[in-house]
């Protein structure tokens, strides 16, 4: 895998455990770093560590609160981790913020999570 953060690459690992360890430890020494947050939250949910991924999908939020797109990968996150309840809560504050993800945040709600987990886990990247 290569994770290429700001133009730059944290790294060229081969498994996901060497990428976790990686972006761990990129996000000790840059806590506040959205992208990187976002990378680690990517490998944990693709390796099925859903509360892992959600709490850095909700620290994102918390990180970078004017982005549309940190809300839009805590929503995916939710979806996947089947947290309904909190998922339209959330998908209230997004629109709230922001309109325009009306369209996607009503396609991720109607999103079949056995048929489109896979294509969910692709946005992370």
């Given amino acids: 895998f290569v994770y290429q953060i700001e133009g730059g ?3 060229n690992v081969s498994s996901y455990e060497k ?3 990686v972006l761990e430890e990129g996000l000790r020494q840059s806590p506040n770093h959205p992208v990187v ?3 680690l939250a990517s490998v944990y949910l693709d390796q099925g560590r859903i509360d892992e991924g959600l709490a850095q999908m909700e620290a994102l939020v918390e ?3 004017q982005d549309a797109s940190a809300y839009g990968y ?3 996150a939710l ?3 089947g947290e309904q309840e909190l998922y339209e809560r959330v998908a209230l504050q997004a629109l709230a913020l ?3 993800l009306s369209g996607d945040i009503e396609q991720l709600r109607r999103a079949d999570l ?3 987990r896979q294509a969910l886990l692709n946005l992370f990247h």
Avoid: E, K
């Fill in 9 to 11: 690459f944290l790294g």
């Fill in 19 to 21: 990428a976790i360890s």
């Fill in 37 to 39: 947050r976002r990378a």
């Fill in 63 to 65: 990180l970078s609160p």
């Fill in 74 to 76: 805590y929503l995916v």
């Fill in 79 to 81: 979806r996947l981790a």
């Fill in 98 to 100: 922001f309109p325009s």
């Fill in 114 to 116: 056995q048929t489109d």
